[in-house]
C-alpha cells in the first residue's frame, strides 16, 4: 500500500469519526437545553452507544496499520499535521478499553442527572454514590492512559484537554500566581473602596428583554444564527456540531449582566467553532486546539473586550435602551466600575476576572488529590471549604454554593479546570498583540465594530485548527508562549488605575 | 452454535441498531425544529453517516448466518415473533447497497430543505431537480426491493411503511370508497346545507393560550410531559426516540381548531409509541406496527373522540375560557358542526373526516404513476389538479396548495400514503369495539377522563408491539380483519344524522 493511499483511508475513517462526534454534540446540547427528564436513560443509551461505535472505529488495528503505513505525510504542512493529530488521538483511544469507555458515558450521564437535582436541593450525600462510581471510573481511565502514554495519571487526564499540558508546568504558573494574587487583591479592594461604589440597575429585567439584548450583541460580535443558536441550561456552555454552534446561558430576572456576559463569553467560544478552517472539517487537524486555547477565545472577547471601558462606551446605551434605564446608575462610569467590581465570592461562575484564578487554583489542588486517591470524596466538602478560606478567605455556607456548584466532576471532567486560566493568561497576550497589529482596533469596537479585531482572530487563531500547538500558535502570533507577566500586567492596569 | 447463542447475539445487535434509530429520531426532530437554514448539509452529513452505518450492521453477513442457526425461537411467541421480524428487517435492508442507502438520504435531506422555500415561494419548478433526484433514487430501491422480495416495485416500496401490505388488495378497498364517496359527499352536503351553518370563533387566539390548551389537552389524553415535548414545525409530525416522544404543530392565529385537532392527532400518535412494551425496547418485535395501525392511533384520538359530541361536551367550556369567548359561537352545538362541517379543499391536512380519503387516492394513484414510470415529475402539477378536479371538483389555483403542499415526496417517501386512509377504517373498528368492551367509556370521556379509553388500547393494541400482523391485532381486538363497512357505517351515523 503506498504512505498517500494509506492516508486517503485514514482520512476517510477519520471523517466519519469526526461526524459521529457531531451527532453527538447535538444530542448532548438537547439533553442540556430541552430533554424531558423522564428520557434521561434512553439519552444515556444514546450516548453511550455512539461513544463506543466512534472508540471501536477508532481503536480498530487497521487504524495502527494505516498510520504506520502513512509516514510522516507530505505537501505542506496541514497533511502532516494532520497525521500527527490522528496519532495522538489513536494513542489516546486505544489506551482505554471498550467496555470502560461504555461504563464512563453511562455513569457521566446518570451523575449529570443526578447532580441537576441534587444542586437544587443542596443534597451532597445523594449525589455521593454516582459521584464516587464517576470517579472510580476516571481514575480506571487515568491509570490506562499513564500506563500508555509514559505520564502521571493527572498528567494523562489533563494531556486529553490540553495536548502537551503538563501539571509540573501548571505548578509553577499557578504557585507564581497564587503567590501574586493576595496582595495584589488587598490593593485591588483598597483601589476600589477608594472610589465611589458601583450601584447595580434595578429590575427586574424581563427575559425576554435580556434574551433579545444578548442575541443583538452576539451578532455584533459577528455570529450569524444561520449557524447557531441561543437557548437555556442549567450550565452555561457552548456546543452543538461543526457549523451549527449553539451557546447556552441562564437568566436571572433580577440582574441581567451575569446573563449577558455569559452569552458574550460563549460567543467567544462560537467565534473559533465557526472560524475553524472548513477545508479541514471533520478531519483531526481541523479541530480547535486544547482547552486553554478555546477558553482564550472566550475569555478574550468577555474579559478582555466586553467588560472594557472602550466597549461600554458602545454597550450602555444599548442597556439603557433596551431596559428603558435612566439616571446615574446606567452611566458609564457606574457600568464600568460594577463590570469590573472585584468581591470574592462562592460562584466560580459568577466570579469576578480577579479573584477567578483562585476558583481554578482550588478545583487543580482538589482534583489532582482525588485522581491521586489522597482525598475522598466523602471528604470533598470540607476541603473545598477549606481551600475556599485560604484562598480567598471565605466560607461556604452549604455545599451547593461549595463542592456541588459545577458540573464538570459530575459530567466526568477532570483535568480540565485548570485550562480556564491558562486561557485567561493566553486571552491577555493575544489582545495585547492584536491592539499592537491593527491600526484603530479599540476605536472600532467602541463603535461596536468588531470586524478587525475577528479578521485578526480568523487568522492569528480560529483558521489555524491544530496545525501547531498552543505554545506555537502564541508564539507566531504575539512574540511568545504562554507569558503569565502579560496577564499580571493587564490586571495592574484595569485594576489599580 | 445454540440456536440459543445466535439469538442472543442477534438480539444484541438489534439493540444497537435500535438505539442508532432513537439517536437519528432526535436528530430529524431537531432538524424540523430548531436547526438553523445554515447548517443543512452539516446534518445531512450525520443523518447520512448514521444512517449509513446502521444499514452496514444490519447487513453484516453474520446477521444472515445467525438468523439460519437462530431457528424459529422457542418460548411464548414473543422470541419467535423477534426473530420474524428480525427476518423481515434484514431482507429489507439487504436488498439495498449501501451506497444507494447513502445516497437517497442525502438527497432526501437535501430536497426537503429546498422543499421548505419552494413551498413559501409557490416554485415548483425549483424543487423539480432535487425532487428528480429524489424520485430517481426512490426509484432504484423500488428496483432492488422488487428483486429481493418478489414483489411488484410498489408493493415493495409499501411492504416497508407496512408489512404485509399489498397494492391489489388497496386498490379494492380505494376503489370501494371511491364508488362511495361521490353520492355520500352530495348527501352530506345537502343534509348540513339544511342545518344553521356553524359560524368560527373569531380570533386572534393568541398563540401562547393556544399551546397553552394544547398541552392542557394532551394531559387530559393521558401525554406524559416528562416522556415528551410539543413544540413547532413547518409540518407536524410525532418523532423523537424510545420513551421521548416529540409532537409538533404549527399555529395560526386567526384559527385555533386546526393546530389543536392537529396537537390531538399527533398525541394519539404519541400514545401508541409511549405504551409499546417495554421489555422489548430496541428489539425489532418491540416496535410499532406498520404505518396503518400507527394511523389508528391519531385519528382514533383526533377523529373518533375528539371531534365527537361526547368529547367536545367536556372541552367546549375549557375553549370558551381559554380564550374568553362566549355567545352562541362557543356553544357545543355550533363547535360541533364546525368540527365536522364537511368542505372540499385543496390541503389534505386541513381536510375534514369526509374528503380526507380522496386526497390520499389522488396520492395513492400519482405515485403508483410516478413509481411505474407512467407519469413523469415535470407534468405532476397538471395530473394533480386534474385528479382534484376528478375526485372533489375543485382545481388548485396554484402549486403551493397542490402538489408543493406535502413534505413525503421530497423527503422520499413513496408507499407511506395509502396507510393514512388505512389508518382511519382501523380506527372506526376499534373505537368501536372499546366501546362494546367498556362500560361507560363515553361517559367517561365526556367527563375528560381517557384513562378507561387508553387502558384498552394499551392493552389490545399499544402493548402488543409487532407481535403479531396488523389484521392479526385487528381481529384479536375486533373480531375481523380491516373492514371498510365500519367505516362507513361511521360516517353515516355521524354526518347523516
Given at each position: 500500500m503506498s504512505s498517500n493511499s494509506a492516508y486517503e483511508d485514514l482520512a476517510v475513517r477519520f471523517h466519519r469519526i469526526g461526524v459521529i462526534g457531531d451527532a453527538l454534540g447535538i444530542l448532548h446540547w438537547d439533553q442540556a437545553t430541552l430533554m424531558p427528564d423522564g428520557s434521561a436513560p434512553a439519552r444515556a443509551e444514546q450516548l453511550a452507544t455512539l461513544s463506543v461505535l466512534r472508540h471501536e472505529m477508532l481503536t480498530q488495528p487497521e487504524i495502527g496499520d494505516l498510520l504506520e503505513a502513512s509516514g510522516e505525510g507530505a505537501g505542506d504542512d496541514w497533511l502532516p499535521a494532520n497525521l500527527r493529530e490522528m496519532r495522538r488521538t489513536y494513542l489516546h483511544a486505544t489506551a482505554v478499553p471498550a467496555d470502560l469507555v461504555d461504563a464512563r458515558s453511562r455513569a457521566n450521564a446518570a451523575c449529570e442527572m443526578e447532580w441537576r437535582s441534587a444542586r437544587t436541593d443542596n443534597d451532597y450525600k445523594r449525589l455521593l454514590p454516582s459521584l464516587e462510581e464517576v470517579l472510580r471510573l476516571v481514575r480506571e481511565v487515568a491509570a490506562a492512559k499513564s500506563d500508555a502514554l509514559g505520564l502521571s495519571p493527572y498528567d494523562a487526564l489533563l494531556d486529553s484537554y490540553e495536548p502537551g499540558a503538563r501539571s509540573a508546568a501548571i505548578d509553577v504558573i499557578f504557585e507564581n500566581h497564587a503567590a501574586f494574587l493576595p496582595g495584589f487583591l488587598a490593593e485591588v479592594l483598597e483601589f476600589q473602596a477608594s472610589l465611589p461604589a458601583p450601584v447595580a440597575p434595578q429590575g427586574p429585567f424581563p427575559i425576554e428583554t435580556q434574551r433579545a439584548l444578548g442575541r443583538q450583541l452576539m451578532r455584533t460580535v459577528g455570529f450569524d444564527f444561520k449557524r447557531g443558536r441561543l437557548d437555556v441550561s442549567h450550565h452555561p456552555f457552548c456546543g452543538g456540531s461543526s457549523g451549527d454552534i449553539r451557546i447556552t446561558t441562564r437568566y436571572d430576572e433580577a440582574d441581567f449582566t451575569s446573563s449577558l456576559m455569559g452569552v458574550l463569553h460563549e460567543t467567544g467560544h462560537a467565534m473559533y467553532e465557526l472560524g475553524l478552517p472548513e477545508a479541514w472539517r471533520y478531519q483531526p487537524v481541523g479541530g480547535a486546539l486544547g482547552m486553554a486555547i478555546h477558553e482564550s477565545q472566550s475569555l478574550l472577547v468577555e474579559m478582555q473586550v466586553c467588560r472594557s471601558r472602550t466597549f461600554l462606551t458602545y454597550a450602555a446605551p444599548l442597556m439603557q435602551k433596551a431596559f428603558d434605564g435612566s439616571g446615574p446608575t446606567w452611566e458609564l462610569d457606574n457600568l464600568y466600575r460594577l463590570y469590573t467590581k472585584v468581591e470574592p465570592g462562592f460562584i466560580r461562575v459568577d466570579a469576578d476576572e480577579v479573584t477567578y484564578p483562585a476558583h481554578i487554583i482550588l478545583r487543580y489542588r482538589l482534583e489532582r488529590a482525588l485522581i491521586g486517591g489522597d482525598l475522598s470524596l466523602a471528604d470533598l466538602p470540607g476541603a473545598w471549604n477549606d481551600g475556599m478560606k485560604a484562598l480567598l478567605g471565605i466560607m461556604p455556607p452549604d455545599d451547593a454554593l461549595?463542592?456541588?456548584?459545577?458540573v464538570h466532576w459530575p459530567g466526568g471532567d477532570f483535568g480540565y479546570f485548570p485550562t480556564y486560566t491558562m486561557g485567561a493568561i493566553a486571552a491577555a497576550q493575544l489582545y495585547a498583540a492584536a491592539r499592537r497589529d491593527v491600526p484603530d482596533l479599540e476605536a472600532n469596537i467602541s463603535k461596536g465594530d468588531f470586524a478587525p479585531l475577528m479578521a485578526w482572530l480568523r487568522t492569528h487563531v480560529h483558521s489555524q485548527g491544530s496545525r501547531v500547538t498552543g505554545d506555537a500558535l502564541l508564539t507566531a502570533a504575539t512574540g511568545t508562549p504562554l507569558d503569565l507577566a502579560g496577564f499580571q500586567s493587564h490586571l495592574r492596569e484595569r485594576y489599580l488605575s
Open positions: 461549595g463542592c456541588l456548584q459545577d
